[in-house]
């Protein structure tokens, strides 16, 4: 019979602390009690309070010298050690080490704050280096590249300029603070790089038990996920190996390799990218040979033979546009 792994997650009110417990544990419910196999519990305080923090006296008394609390899961802002753009300080975070002595340190890094408007700071987003939002940064990259765009909705407002939009660094009033979008080359790049360095620093530190990071890898419409989610899962049991569980074949397996598993899934490239057209109608036509071809018109002002503004009615059109 094979054992399955449990994932329990606990909050203790008492402290505001979380505690993400992992077992794999089995047994029998006979009257003859079959063999148990032997447990092993790891438990970890998620998000611990720091010294002067609430419940800091309650946490240093009653959970720090448990002999059941494996590790502290820590989290990082991008921001709080990459302070300007390729400029790292570790300084800060190395020194919350000492804070839970003879307890593994675990860092879950966030590039984004992940509070929608329910949770403070309620919808904006200020854990990015700011840098990464300009257009010299993405100007700097090869190849170059448009700034980085952030987008802005209902349960993400960002400081509430734009509504249910999206905007880059060329729009006036920018706003940095909404969604930005990862998978697009500047926010990569940079959150790359910020990886590459941590990885340096804590190259063989023995306080370590585990970092983890997110980057995106495709970007996939909504009504998709499940569909990807089974491509993966399907993958892992045709081609894991013996004994192995889902979070090791995800380290041993190449991010191609599920960009590849999902790439017929993938947002398809922008039809019209913004300068291109700005058409209030679209129209599509299904060829014989099986393409898609969509038809918009550009609406633009002619004054002397040049373009002098994007008109707002639909009477002003000019050339069409048409991509397959």
């Known amino acids: 019979m094979r054992v399955k792994s449990i994932s329990r997650i606990v909050l203790m009110a008492a402290t505001g602390v979380g505690f993400v417990g992992l077992t794999a544990c089995g047994g029998g419910s006979s009257s003859h009690p079959t063999p148990t196999p032997s447990c092993s519990v790891q438990v970890n305080a998620f998000d611990p309070p720091a010294p002067g923090g609430n419940n800091w006296n309650a946490f240093q008394k009653y959970v720090l010298p448990n002999p059941a609390i494996h590790g502290m899961n820590l989290n990082v802002p991008w921001n709080s050690v990459e302070i300007a753009q390729g400029q790292y300080d570790f300084s800060s975070l190395d020194g919350q080490f000492a804070n839970y002595p003879g307890k593994t340190i675990n860092l879950i890094f966030q590039p984004i704050s992940y509070s929608n408007v329910n949770n403070p700071p309620g919808g904006v987003n200020t854990l990015t280096p700011s840098y990464v939002f300009t257009t010299a940064w993405a100007g700097s990259l090869n190849p170059p590249s448009a700034p980085l765009d952030v987008t802005y909705c209902d349960p993400y407002p960002g400081n509430g300029t734009f509504v249910r939009t999206f905007a880059n660094a060329n729009t006036p009033g920018f706003d940095p603070t909404g969604v930005p979008v990862v998978y697009e080359a500047p926010f990569k790049v940079a959150y790359q790089n910020f990886i590459s360095a941590v ?52 380290l041993r397996t190449k991010v191609e390799t599920f960009r590849a598993l999902t790439a017929d899934l993938a947002k398809p490239a922008e039809l019209f990218p913004q300068g291109t057209s700005t058409s209030l109608r679209m129209y599509f036509f299904h060829a014989p040979n099986g393409r898609m071809l969509t038809i918009a018109g550009l609406r633009v002002s002619f004054e002397h033979g040049h373009v002098t503004s994007i008109e707002a009615d639909e009477g002003a059109t000019a050339p069409v546009v048409v991509q397959s």
Do not use: C, T
């Open 199 to 250: 990885l340096q620093h804590y190259k063989g530190n023995s306080s370590i038990g585990y970092m983890r990071f997110g980057l995106a890898v495709q970007s996939i419409p909504a009504r998709l996920a499940p569909e990807a989610v089974k491509r993966v899962l399907d993958h892992f049991i045709a081609n894991r190996l013996e004994g192995e569980k889902f979070r090791q074949y995800v």
